[in-house]
């Protein structure tokens, strides 16, 4: 396997897979009254950008934070012309 199809596979592992999971688990009780609000907080978290996570918690760190940012972009394009 190629770099770059390893790197999606890990973004797959990391960030799909356990919301399809939690979706599947979700589903088998999914006609129970209190499975509601559960239901909108998978709602919300399979609407946000999985990158969102990431940069929020990496800000925390201030100008660490900012460098790390900057070398995940870089890793980013540097994958991407692989």
């Known amino acids: 396997m190629r770099l770059k199809e390893i790197v999606v ?3 797959f592992i990391i960030f799909v897979l356990p919301l399809l999971v939690k979706v599947l688990i979700f ?4 006609g129970s ?3 509601t609000e559960e239901g909108a907080e998978l709602l919300v978290e399979a609407a946000t ?3 969102v996570p990431i940069i929020d918690k990496l800000s925390d760190f201030g ?5 790390l940012i900057l070398g ?3 890793f980013a394009g540097w994958i991407n012309k692989q």
């Open 9 to 11: 596979l890990g973004f």
């Open 27 to 30: 589903s088998s009780h999914a």
């Open 33 to 35: 009254p209190e499975a």
């Open 49 to 51: 950008p999985w990158w």
């Open 63 to 67: 100008t660490f934070g900012a460098l």
């Open 72 to 74: 995940v972009l870089a």
